[in-house]
Every structure is written in C-alpha cells, then in structure tokens.
C-alpha cells in the first residue's frame, strides 16, 4: 500500500525567500504524485502532478517539484515566495490501476514580512 | 462550469441527530470522494465511487453512508451523527482515467454538539 510523510509540520519562510516543502512516498513501482495547495476555509487546489516523463514538473503559481527516484521524494520548490503562498500544502501519492489517493498529513507555511 | 460544489457550506447539529451532505459535479467524471479533514490528520478518505449506483468503503466509514444515484451527485449521510464527526468534509471528483488527479469542493463544516 502506498503511503505520504510530510516530515514538516510548519515552516515559516521569508517573503522573497526560496521554499522546498518536503514529501517522502512509499511505494514499491513508479508513483502518481500531486501537490495541493489549501488556502484557509477553502478547498484543495491542485499545483502540479507527475505520471511520467520528465521528473521536473511545472506546476501554477511558480512552483515546480522534482521526482528522486532513488531517495522516494518529490519535494515542491518555489524560488521566491509571495505573502500569498501562505496556505498548508498536500502531498499525495496515486498508483496505477488504484483510483484512490494517500495524501500526506499537510505542512503549514507561513510568509513572514 | 461550477466544478464541484458541496451543500451546505456550514452545520450544527446534535448528538443523535441525522443530515445529508450532498455534493455535485458538472465536469462529467466518472469517480466521486468523500473526505474528512481534521487537525494533524490530513484527509481521511471515508467513502468513495467508481461509477453511478456504485459506492465502496475507504479509510474510515464507520458511522456513514453513501449514494450515487446520478453521476452527478454524491451524497453522504450520517444516521446519527456523535461528536467525533465534527469535522470538516470535502467532496472530490475524477476522471476515469490515470493519473486520477481530483478535483475538490469548497468543504462543509460539521459541528455535532
């Protein structure tokens, strides 16, 4: 069964500052993997995905993530952050062939001034 | 085009008390979600399904029902709702086909006093 850690719980980051949120999958062949953002009261907003190919994906808002196969990551990147990134964010593990999705526990950001 | 929306958006209710949380797509997908988010806990998935007239058990189920008589629409019940169901539930939508990525509602906000 496929499972999500998100070893962060909260991070607080500098506006203009770079970001990397971690997640950490496990699963035993090649992974769906999404990252979603939730800005409070709201729902979860899909940034990026990755299902194959290129294991640098471009998501919206400026984030990219990238799939290590060897470490079982795939860590979300931004490289300046903006007062409104401040939101928690999902990481989420599909498989092939399985319609569901295991989401990790969330890390919260914060965007200080 | 709505995407996902979810009735009601806020509720109270009491220990032993009975409510339908309905949750409704326009984007045609096949494959409907329901969710619960609680602190530190991430989503839980509660109940799920793959089809119209078809519902499966996820993570959690205990304590609630489904239906999807219409593709459309998905709809979570609580027979006799306890205080451990104060939460709040997110509905999600997908496509058939792989990656399976969601699409989620605005989230209901459930208080069982």
């Known amino acids: 069964a496929q499972s999500v850690t998100q070893p962060d719980i909260h991070i607080t980051v500098s506006e203009g500052a770079s970001l990397e949120l971690r997640c950490n999958y496990s699963y035993g062949a090649t992974p769906y993997l999404f990252w979603y953002v939730q800005s409070p009261g709201q729902g979860l907003q899909l940034l990026l995905k990755?299902?194959?190919?290129?294991?640098l994906v471009q998501g919206i808002k400026g984030f990219e993530a990238e799939f290590k196969r060897s470490q079982s990551s795939f860590n979300l990147r931004k490289p300046s952050v903006h007062w409104s990134d401040a939101a928690e964010y999902f990481c989420a593990v599909g498989a092939r062939g399985f319609q569901k999705l295991v989401f990790g526990t969330g890390t919260r950001l914060l965007v200080s001034p | 085009n709505a995407g996902v929306t979810q009735t009601p958006k806020f509720r109270v209710l009491k220990t032993g008390q009975s409510m339908t949380l309905l949750c409704a797509q326009d984007?045609?997908?096949?494959?409907m979600y329901w969710y619960r988010q609680d602190p530190g806990m991430g989503l839980r998935l509660i109940h799920y399904?793959?089809?119209?007239?078809?519902?499966a058990k996820g993570e959690v189920p205990d304590g609630y029902n489904v239906s999807r008589l219409k593709k459309q629409n998905f709809l979570l019940g609580l027979e006799s709702a306890a205080p451990s169901q104060t939460s709040v539930y997110f509905c999600a939508s997908s496509y058939s086909g792989e990656p399976y990525e969601q699409y989620f509602g605005p989230g209901t906000r459930l208080t069982v006093t």
């Open positions: 399904s793959v089809g119209e007239g078809t519902t």
């Open positions: 990755y299902f194959s190919g290129d294991t």
């Open positions: 984007m045609n997908h096949e494959y």
